[in-house]
């Protein structure tokens, strides 16, 4: 867990007397507008729930204990294995902190940091043997609520179920 979240969303440096900080993947401008939550219910070492993690620590928080795997199934719009895996990640994105700098085009950096990120934690999975999906096909208003965001201010925007692949 700690490898994937790393390489997903790692601080590499801290730059410019805190203003910006060096991550495992780009982003315009340094903005890193994105969190990082996981679904966890198979991980050695973790309790089962819902984790966020804080990058400039590397640390996750607890933010709900409990099994939430047929909440996120259902959320993901009946994909069983999204909610069955081992960990769900969701990143949630904060548009502010691109919007700021890059007013109205700031969508197009928003969404390609979510593909660079989903990217890492492919390569990731990969390097450990493990499986990875990306899902974009999500009921917003169940899974912004699920994890408690407001869907305006904070908003999930990308999901990846991991774990081992079954061999069919």
Not at 154 to 163: C, D, L, N, R, T
């Amino acid at each position: 867990m700690s490898f994937l979240l790393w390489s997903s969303q790692g601080v590499k440096a801290v730059m410019k007397n805190n203003y910006a900080t060096l991550r495992t993947v780009p982003s315009a401008g340094a903005r890193h507008p994105f969190e990082t939550y996981i679904f966890v219910r198979l991980v050695k070492g973790l309790k089962r729930g819902l984790y966020r993690y804080v990058a400039l620590s590397h640390s996750l928080v607890l933010e709900k204990e409990g099994d939430f795997a047929s909440e996120v199934a259902d959320a993901a719009l009946g994909q069983k294995f999204v909610g069955h895996c081992a960990a769900t990640f969701v990143w949630s994105v904060i548009p502010y902190r691109t919007e700021w700098r890059y007013d109205l085009t700031s969508y197009k950096p928003i969404l390609l940091d979510a593909g660079h990120i989903c990217q890492n934690l492919y390569l990731a999975c990969e390097a450990l043997n493990l499986g990875t999906c990306a899902i974009a096909a999500y009921d917003q208003e169940k899974i912004d609520k699920l994890i408690g965001l407001d869907g305006y201010d904070e908003f999930v925007i990308y999901m990846a179920p991991v774990g081992k692949p079954k061999r069919y």
